[in-house]
């Protein structure tokens, strides 16, 4: 995710309350055997919600299944009206269920069936709790199908997105809920199907590759499969009055690319960067990892860019405002495209790993603007430095980041897990070198494709590259309240006193905020 204007974005929902007992029982849960298990027999006398125990989301997720498989259907007709939905899933039972939760809010739900059967269900906070006909039984393969409504008029909390002509998602970090029933948590990837049936006159395209389109009488239904897993977060699907460029990238890659009708010939020198842009990608962490990659620009004010998998979504006024230099409209393409080998590939295992994702997208950022002789990696690196101290303060460091407020969820998109997670690889590549962190990079997202990683696991890997322990090393660095020395650098210091926020460096979106009228470390403007 990138910050693309000083527009606030929607303020997100207020987290749901659970109280310290469920917290803490429910984190041990996560910690001690995984996102998708529990210890015994998954029940409530008394349904509420449960959680996964994320620090960050205690509530976001479930335990005791692991989804497989999601079919989802949509009916759309209009912009303000709910659409009709029903929603397939399939999973597998890691402990013994006598009921099943499924975050879902903003939406109504009409009947819940269970490998068929018509199962019970209440609504407790913001998830729905099935009661099965039969309890199930651990290992159990089971299929759950909702029944529901989709509201996108509720908007400003998240999930869909408004654009001038029909929706669109966004729906990072806690929001695929308020679009359709899930196990909304990073660290349960999934394989996606959608169906979508809107008016004949728009055009609907969505993540992965399509598949049948039926046309019957004044409606069309367009069907998409992603090939590979994903998490509920990365979910993209495009309402509109749209055209569909396609072009080849690298090895032959599909890239096919959403925008406005009215705009395609305006946006066509934007879209013409993506091929070389994956190539440059390649060159630097391996081979693409999807099926294919499009860029959507959708007419809409969301104040950031988003990272959905295998086709990533961007507002229209980055590349039509005409205030910010080439350069940098295409560092932050790149960002996003970063994205889809770090934090879509290989997704966090919990919130608190976010640095992995946004840390390397703004390292590939910066990288991609330095080698092109427009900003200089090193002099961002240093006022990266000098600012992490206050960042720390703020937000936390870049891999323990504190709760964002109760009714500003989004706020765990601080500068420290951009810029100040990117100064983190900085610091690593000085200590190990060039040769063997690129091969590190490289490494990680072809041991983790397809999956989920923590911290522990990149100290992990980055040690065995190295051919030597780093905790000691990399721990100050990702878990300390102060920057420690830098590697090769002894001369710079952390120098901000004061408070940061809605001061970041591009790069460092702080609040969802970008700077777009300072870049103190380039080179050259233009």
């Given at each position: 995710?990138?910050?693309?204007?000083?527009?606030?974005?929607?303020?997100?929902?207020?987290?749901?309350?659970r109280?310290?007992?469920?917290?803490?029982?429910?984190?041990?849960v996560?910690?001690?055997?995984?996102?998708?298990?529990?210890?015994?027999?998954?029940s409530?006398?008394?349904?509420?919600?449960?959680?996964?125990?994320?620090?960050?989301?205690?509530?976001?997720?479930?335990?005791?299944?692991?989804?497989?498989?999601?079919?989802?259907?949509?009916?759309?007709?209009?912009?303000?009206?709910?659409?009709?939905?029903?929603?397939?899933?399939?999973?597998?039972?890691?402990?013994?269920?006598?009921?099943?939760?499924?975050?879902?809010?903003?939406?109504?739900?009409?009947?819940v069936?269970?490998?068929?059967?018509?199962?019970?269900?209440?609504?407790?906070?913001?998830?729905?709790?099935?009661?099965?006909?039969?309890?199930?039984?651990?290992?159990?393969?089971?299929?759950?199908?909702?029944?529901?409504?989709?509201?996108?008029?509720?908007?400003?909390?998240?999930?869909?997105?408004?654009?001038?002509?029909?929706?669109?998602?966004?729906?990072?970090?806690?929001?695929?809920?308020?679009?359709?029933?899930?196990?909304?948590?990073?660290?349960?990837?999934?394989?996606?199907?959608?169906?979508?049936?809107?008016?004949?006159?728009?055009?609907v395209?969505?993540?992965?590759?399509?598949?049948?389109?039926?046309?019957?009488?004044?409606?069309?239904?367009?069907?998409?499969?992603?090939?590979h897993?994903?998490?509920?977060?990365?979910?993209?699907?495009?309402?509109?009055?749209?055209?569909?460029?396609?072009?080849?990238?690298?090895?032959?890659?599909?890239?096919?690319?959403?925008?406005?009708?009215?705009?395609?010939?305006?946006?066509?020198?934007?879209?013409a960067?993506?091929?070389?842009?994956?190539?440059?990608?390649?060159?630097?962490?391996?081979?693409?990892?999807?099926?294919?990659?499009?860029?959507?620009?959708?007419?809409?004010?969301?104040?950031?860019?988003?990272?959905?998998?295998?086709?990533?979504?961007?507002?229209?006024?980055?590349?039509?405002?005409?205030?910010?230099?080439?350069?940098?409209?295409?560092?932050?393409?790149?960002?996003e495209?970063?994205?889809?080998?770090?934090?879509?590939?290989v997704?966090?295992?919990?919130?608190?790993?976010?640095?992995?994702?946004?840390g390397?997208?703004?390292?590939?950022?910066?990288?991609?603007?330095?080698?092109?002789?427009?900003?200089?990696?090193?002099?961002?690196?240093?006022?990266?430095?000098?600012?992490?101290?206050?960042?720390?303060?703020?937000?936390?460091?870049?891999?323990?980041?504190?709760?964002?407020?109760?009714?500003?969820?989004?706020?765990?998109?601080r500068?420290?897990?951009?810029?100040?997670?990117?100064?983190?690889?900085y610091?690593?590549?000085?200590?190990?070198?060039?040769?063997?962190?690129?091969?590190?990079?490289?490494?990680w997202?072809?041991?983790h494709?397809?999956?989920?990683?923590?911290?522990?696991?990149?100290?992990?890997?980055?040690?065995?590259?190295?051919?030597r322990?780093?905790?000691?090393?990399?721990?100050?660095?990702?878990?300390?309240?102060?920057?420690?020395?830098?590697?090769?650098?002894?001369?710079?210091?952390?120098?901000?006193?004061?408070?940061?926020?809605?001061?970041?460096?591009?790069?460092?979106?702080?609040g969802r905020?970008?700077?777009?009228?300072?870049?103190?470390?380039?080179?050259?403007?233009?």
């Open positions: 995710m990138t910050f693309s204007s000083g527009r606030r974005p929607w303020p997100p929902r207020t987290g749901r309350r109280t310290a007992l469920v917290a803490a029982a429910m984190a041990a996560f910690l001690a055997v995984g996102p998708s298990s529990a210890a015994g027999p998954v409530s006398t008394h349904p509420g919600p449960l959680g996964i125990g994320d620090p960050l989301f205690p509530e976001l997720g479930n335990p005791g299944y692991d989804v497989t498989a999601y079919d989802i259907a949509f009916d759309y007709r209009r912009q303000d009206r709910p659409l009709d939905a029903v929603t397939t899933i399939d999973a597998r039972a890691t402990a013994p269920l006598r009921t099943v939760n499924l975050d879902f809010a903003q939406g109504v739900v009409d009947s069936r269970v490998d068929g059967a018509r199962a019970r269900f209440v609504t407790a906070g913001e998830d729905l709790v099935v009661t099965p006909p039969t309890p199930l039984r651990k290992g159990a393969a089971f299929r759950v199908t909702v029944h529901h409504t989709s509201d996108p008029r509720g908007g400003a909390n998240g999930g869909w997105v408004r654009t001038g002509d029909g929706l669109v998602m966004a729906n990072q970090a806690n929001a695929a809920h308020r679009v359709f029933p899930c196990n909304d948590h990073p660290a349960d990837k999934a394989r996606f199907t959608f169906r979508i049936t809107a008016p004949k006159s728009l055009t395209v969505a993540g992965g590759l399509p598949g049948q389109r039926v046309r019957k009488g004044s409606r069309t239904t367009w069907t998409y499969r992603l090939a897993p994903m998490a509920t977060e990365l979910a993209q699907i495009s309402i509109g009055r749209s055209a569909v460029p396609r072009r080849t990238g690298p090895h032959g890659l599909p890239v096919r690319d959403v925008v406005p009708a009215a705009d395609r010939a305006r946006l066509e020198k934007w879209l960067r993506t091929p070389g842009q994956l190539a440059w990608m390649e060159k630097k962490a391996g081979r693409y990892p999807f099926e294919n990659y499009g860029v959507l620009i959708a007419h809409a004010t969301t104040g950031f860019e988003l990272e959905t998998q295998t086709l990533s979504l961007f507002e229209r006024d980055l590349f039509t405002s005409e205030q910010l230099p080439r350069w940098y409209i295409e560092s932050i393409m790149v960002h495209l970063a994205h889809q080998w770090f934090g879509d590939s997704s966090p295992r919990r919130w608190s790993d976010l640095w992995l994702n946004e390397h997208a703004t390292w590939y950022e910066a990288l991609y603007a330095d080698e092109r002789g427009k900003a200089s990696l090193k002099r961002r690196m240093r006022k990266a430095y000098e600012q992490s101290d206050a960042w720390r303060a703020e937000g936390g460091p870049p891999a323990a980041p504190k709760p964002a407020d109760s009714d500003q969820q989004i706020g765990i998109f500068p420290v897990v951009y810029d100040g997670s990117a100064l983190v690889l610091a690593l590549r000085q200590r190990i070198g060039r040769t063997a962190f690129d091969r590190l990079e490289r490494e997202v072809l041991r494709r397809d999956g989920v990683a923590s911290t522990a696991d990149f100290i992990r890997l980055a040690s065995q590259v190295a051919g322990d780093l905790s000691g090393f990399l721990h100050p660095w990702l878990y300390g309240k102060k920057t420690p020395p830098m590697p090769g650098h002894p001369d710079w210091r952390p120098t901000a006193k004061e408070s940061t926020k809605g001061a970041a460096l591009p790069g460092a979106r702080a905020h970008a700077v777009r009228y300072a870049v103190p470390w380039a080179v050259k403007p233009g």
